[in-house]
């Protein structure tokens, strides 16, 4: 005998006496490779008529995770696309897709399963209140950075214990799986999220992902505010050892930092990019930078995210942009940002306390964190002097690329990615951690005379020392292709308009090439009037030309 774990069946079955339970079998609680083991034989069966490649196979049956359901309507799928010899194409939108496509009209049994399903937990003689709290659950669960266990989700909701919210989620555990072990909550496909996220299909029940974001980050904001320690929150007793020299500080972060609010830390800034604009979340956000920096720079220094601390916070900054924040607000933030990152990069971030020992004292006067925090501390050292008085700011970070000499390198626009050539490679870096995240290495990319990043950070154009220019896709299998035909050599120096369009070549001979990324057959139109080699290029914001 077998069923969904519907409530009423998985509530008698919880209640059986010990040692009369070993009949019963969770198939979300077994091992997942034992469960992928059986979808796999099933499909090889189901399909046994058709041929498929390993690396076709590998991907549907990653697809399809551990639910059965999906495992035998996309069997369903694959026969009736081979039944009209669209099998290819059928393939290649499967392997695509999370979900299983479906003809408009069609009849998706996933999709009826899951109405199904949900119509039962918000059926209509069931209390408001109680419906109103699974929705909110369920969203947040949708929406959540990364999984959740129950107490957490208590607490980002706003629910009494975990052990509520596991109740009101009996409904959905045919949807939603609760780890036994760790109380982690996730869908059981990536299939549902995709559902729950489309108004067509899901209808009634549909996630509004940036009103939900919105209510998260109001939470998250919420949670750090509350926080009962608003300065030295694991109470170190000194700011001398390094913290990997503290004595149980292990034990100090669990007692001192919960996990909502380590996940508050963390996710913040990610909630409030997704979210609508809400001119509560402004306030919410400028009560943060201003009174709660510091406290927070403090956790994510103790739980070892630092290295993320910079992207958090610069997230942040491109919201208060984008939302058009007070000028106040927005120049404190800026500030936050370089505070923050001068931490992370510089050796100092090895001991938290040397936020307020170092960091803060040190930060010159007039600036908006030094006015929002110093009047709040005491007992600080005060440094003064000429030499105080005539600084500039350090360098946020040094970065040792290349034992040579750099001669040109390239930042995309938010930021976050920089190129960079090495003695015989190119390489993508993270400008938070410093740390190369791509590297191209190949006859092509020996002694490169100059690089350049495109503004999305997607493409990275290159003269190579033979003179000729190169795109390297990083989005296309990072492939790499001559820029201009036929081999044109020549090439003095490389430029990407502000949109990504368009490349912008400079030759030795006085001309410019433009070409054109973005169409399917790409096009390259020459320019001509100048008769000087070209040792620099740019392109104005409206494309429409180019200077050197």
Known sequence: MSSRPEKEIADRLAGRLAGQDEARLVLHNLNPVDVRSD???????????????????????????????????????????????????????????????????????????????????????????????????????ICA???????????????????????????LRSVVNVAKETGLVTTLHASFPDFMLSPNRSGDFYCQPQRRHAIMAEACLGLI????????ICALPSSYPLDSEVENLDMRVSKSIPGDLIYACRHWSAHLDHSEHQIALAKLVGRFFSSRLLLWMEIINLTKYMRHGTSIIQTAEKWCGESNAPEELTRLVRDASQFVSVYANHPVS????????????????????????TPRTSGLVQPAGTAIDRRQLALIATWKVSATGVWSFGLSADGTRLAAPTENSIDVYSTTTGESVLSLTDERTRGVLRVTISPDGTRVAFVGNDKIAYLWDITNKGKVSQ??????????????????????????????????????????????????????????????????
């Open 483 to 548: 820029l201009l035909p036929h081999g044109t050599s020549g090439v003095e120096s490389i430029a990407f308009c502000p949109d990504g369009s368009h490349v912008a070549c400079g030759m030795d001979n006085g001309d410019i090439y433009m070409r054109e990324l973005q169409q399917q057959v790409s096009s390259v139109v020459l320019l001509r009037g100048h008769t000087d080699r070209q040792g620099c290029s740019s392109v104005e914001r409206a494309n429409r030309s180019a200077g050197w």
């Open 350 to 373: 090895q001991s938290t306390p040397h936020i307020y020992v170092s960091m803060l004292p040190f930060w010159p006067w007039s600036r908006p964190v030094s006015v929002a925090y």
């Open 145 to 171: 950075m990364e999984p959740m266990t129950l107490s957490i989700l208590a607490s980002v909701v706003g629910l009494k214990s975990g052990r509520q919210v596991d109740k009101l989620l009996m409904p």
């Open 39 to 141: 979808i796999e034989a099933y499909m090889r069966a189901e399909l046994t008529d058709i041929s498929l490649t390993d690396g076709q196979w590998q991907s549907i049956i990653d697809r399809c995770g551990s639910l059965f359901i999906y495992a035998s309507t996309t069997c369903r799928y694959i026969k009736q696309a081979h039944e009209m010899e669209t099998l290819e194409v059928a393939l290649s939108v499967i392997m695509s897709s999370s979900s299983i496509p479906i003809d408009e009209g069609d009849d998706n049994p996933i999709d009826h399963l899951y109405m199904t399903i949900l119509r039962m937990a918000f059926k209509p003689g069931a209390n408001q209140g109680s419906k109103k709290k699974i929705k909110d659950i369920l969203d947040t669960v």
């Open 225 to 232: 505010d509350g926080a009962q320690s608003s300065f030295n």
